[in-house]
């Protein structure tokens, strides 16, 4: 994610630092995730809907739906907590970002 930090807390468990702004494209995974809100606020969207999440608040994203966040506060903290591990690690390890999407089945 642009302008984001990504830290591993446990297996299928990230923390998530973000600044104010849209993240990425509205994308789908072929994996279920939760976000739960820690820090600051974010709308998510999800399908055609938009949840607005604060501190202790969270969302959960149904495999092949499409979603994506955008950070309302100036910083927002949550946890990212899915099947999202080989995604990030393939992400940082300077492969190209076609390739990684097309390896873990997401589509923008």
Do not use: C
Request: glycine share 10%; charged share 15%.
């Amino acid at each position: 994610m642009p302008d984001a930090q990504i830290t591993v807390k446990a297996d299928d468990v990230f923390e998530v630092d973000a600044v104010r702004g849209a993240s990425v494209p509205p994308h789908a995974e072929p994996w279920t995730k939760t976000y739960y809100m820690l820090f600051g606020r974010m709308g998510v969207l999800v399908g055609e809907e938009i949840y607005d999440l604060a501190p202790g608040s969270s969302v959960t994203i149904p495999a092949g739906a499409l979603n994506t966040f955008t950070v309302h506060s100036p910083t927002a903290k949550f946890l990212a907590i899915g099947a999202m591990g080989g995604f990030f690690r393939d992400a940082s390890s300077g492969m190209a970002l076609s390739d990684v999407l097309a390896r873990h089945g997401i589509t923008l």
